[in-house]
């Protein structure tokens, strides 16, 4: 069993940068591939990024392709998100995922999520 737990979420400029946390208890989070999802008012949960369990792959959406970079430290039971030349589109509530033994790009195939935290891009 695994808890998630977002943070770094805020305010960001155009053009900016932020890098979101997800701290996660469990002795099995290193056996867990990691996704970030987002959900904008309006809109469905979306996939943003994901890494396998070894860090060894990682995919991303075409939306944030060359933006944005997903990451972990397995020691530390952390998964990172860093967000560089940040636009208002990618507004929205990001949340963390777990997923065990296969990647996946639907949110429905997830089975451990955080609460969310709050990324919000201004012109």
């Known amino acids: 069993q695994v808890q998630l737990v977002e943070s770094g979420g805020g305010l960001v400029q155009a053009g900016g940068s932020l890098r979101l946390s997800c701290a996660a208890s469990?002795?099995?989070?290193?056996?867990?591939?990691m996704a970030w999802f987002r959900q904008a008012p309006g809109k469905e949960r979306e996939f943003v990024a994901i890494?396998?369990?070894?860090?060894?792959?990682?995919y991303y959406a075409d939306s944030v392709k060359e933006r944005f970079t997903i990451s972990r430290d397995n020691a530390k039971n952390t998964v990172y998100l860093q967000m560089n030349n940040l636009k208002p589109e990618d507004t929205a509530v990001y949340y963390c995922?777990?997923?065990?033994?296969?990647?996946?790009?639907?949110?429905?195939?997830?089975?451990?999520w955080g609460q969310g935290t709050q990324v919000t891009v201004s012109s």
């Open positions: 469990g002795r099995t989070f290193s056996s867990y591939h």
């Open positions: 890494i396998t369990w070894s860090g060894g792959r990682s």
């Open positions: 995922a777990g997923r065990r033994y296969s990647v996946s790009y639907n949110p429905k195939e997830y089975d451990y």
